[in-house]
């Protein structure tokens, strides 16, 4: 195999975290060398939803079928609402009132708030059974101290949500209730009998394997009883004897964040990436971290440690297909953005072979208003526009000689400057493309090239600027 082959197979079983308002171009080049996703953070949420649904129109335009994670469990841990609390009431709420029709009806509400703004994957709910009140971690997260509960009112969070169409990750396994430490400072230490942890810890994650839940999380949590040298994340035992041999579960183990010092403590992250995946783990979560660092890393001693026979390559090639699995139930269905494709209409030759001189002809808004659109802008923005206009009424439109032109217009046909302006365009440059994104009248028989949205809205520009770019490079 080669180098690239093997690092395409350890990026498809990575989920990294960034910081910023935007992906940073290395996010874009990850995602093109077979990353599996990412992970939003609050680092990422200025803005609150629509912050949200900058970063996944902006990764999924490299990835469609990216991975985008986040923890939205409602209640007191919300990414959806980061900046003004939840709109919905988190477990224990629910657990209380003990209606598994309210639980499935929430989980429902929230998929669908997680699928508009492009969230395919939740890292939740939290089915830790809270035995004890003194836990750092869990508490309210949790839908109550009883596995009964827990274990129904998981299986409903979890059923609901999937069938809204947003993948689940039920944390932690094996069981964060009864912990008096905060992982991220110490490693939690679990000492109880095997007999107690089947009844009370591993009963919900039993229910959620049978409402076929698409991922599950390991946990920094050492359980003597099970393996009293390795915490869950690092231990084959849990994750490979337990919950593969006995249990059956095919889905994803998601690690929790590798990066956490007590994952054993040990500050070489390459390490405790090569025992995650040995011990069984699939995807590996990087944490809220700028990832480029974190991800060099890991593919480096991953790779090494496939070469040196420490790491098996069949245990990674199982891992990733797992996670592509796993991208492939999760992956979004863009209704809008299909919608959009099929309403097109193109005449003639319309990609793009070389940077094209954009013109955009707009008339003023309607008493509706005026919403955002521009083909230019996008174009710029993939490398296929190397020069743009806004033309408007008084403005003449000086076209190159040579080189591809794009004209833009919308309802010209019923505004005289616009019809003169795009008259004048065509005498001078009858091969232009015309982009007409009103009413499909802008395009008469005189033009060569053309595509019809039959509407402004941005997936029927996005669709245009598909076909615009089909044959072109970094599109």
């Known amino acids: ?79 959806l609402d980061y900046e003004t609390g939840s709109a919905y009431p988190g477990n224990l709420a629910l657990g209380e009132i003990d209606d598994l029709t309210l639980t499935a009806e929430v989980a429902a509400a929230i998929a669908a708030d997680l699928k508009a703004c492009g969230v395919n994957l939740n890292l939740a709910p939290s089915i830790d059974v809270n035995s004890d009140p003194d836990n750092p971690i869990i508490g309210v997260r949790s839908f109550g101290a009883r596995p009964d509960l827990v274990a129904s009112h998981g299986a409903a969070f979890i059923e609901s949500m999937q069938d809204g169409g947003v993948s689940v990750c039920a944390k932690h396994f094996p069981g964060h209730g009864a912990t008096v430490t905060d ?53 084959r035992r849990l994750l490979h004897d337990l919950v593969r041999d006995e249990l059956g579960y095919e889905g994803v183990l998601l690690s929790s964040a590798i990066a956490i010092e007590a994952g054993q403590g040990n500050q070489d992250i390459g390490a405790v990436a090569v025992r995650a995946l040995r011990a069984g783990s699939d995807l590996l979560l990087l944490g809220p971290t700028e990832g480029e660092e974190l991800c060099a890393v890991i593919r480096a001693s991953v790779s090494e440690a496939v070469r040196a026979g420490t790491l098996s390559l069949e245990t990674l090639e199982t891992a990733a297909t797992r996670v592509s699995t796993l991208r492939a139930l999760a992956a979004p269905r863009d209704l809008g953005l299909e919608a959009a494709r099929r309403a097109l209409r193109v005449h003639g030759p319309v990609a793009l072979t070389a940077p094209a001189f954009v013109v955009e002809l707009r008339a003023g808004g309607n008493a509706l208003g005026e919403a955002h659109w521009s083909l230019a802008d996008r174009l710029t923005e993939l490398g296929a526009a190397h020069s743009a206009v806004l033309a408007a009424e008084d403005d003449p439109v000086v076209l190159p000689s040579t080189g591809p032109v794009v004209l833009v217009v919308r309802d010209a046909y019923r505004t005289p400057w616009q019809a003169a302006r795009l008259a004048e365009a065509l005498t001078a440059r009858p091969d232009a493309i015309v982009v007409a994104v009103g009413m499909p009248d802008d395009v008469t028989p005189r033009v060569e090239a053309s595509i019809r949205t039959y509407g402004a809205g941005a997936v029927n520009i996005e669709a245009a600027v598909e076909r615009l770019t089909a044959q072109w490079p970094s599109a």
Not at 58 to 68: K, M
Not at 206 to 216: F, N, P, Q, T
């Open 1 to 79: 195999m080669s180098v690239n082959e093997l690092d395409r197979l350890v990026n498809a079983c990575l989920l990294a975290g960034y910081t910023g308002a935007a992906p940073p171009a290395w996010v874009h080049s990850a995602l093109d060398d077979g990353l599996a996703g990412v992970t939003l953070f609050p680092a990422n949420l200025d803005g609150g939803r629509q912050a949200i649904v900058r970063h996944t129109r902006a990764l999924r335009r490299t990835a469609p079928d990216a991975l985008i994670a986040l923890d939205e469990e409602g209640g007191d841990v919300t990414r």
């Open 183 to 235: 992982p991220h400072h110490a490693l939690p230490i679990v000492d109880i009998p095997d007999a107690t942890f089947r009844e009370r810890e591993l009963a919900p994650f039993v229910s959620a394997i049978k409402a076929g839940v698409h991922a599950m999380m390991t946990a920094h949590v050492l359980y003597p009883a099970l393996d009293p040298d390795n915490p869950a994340t690092l231990s």
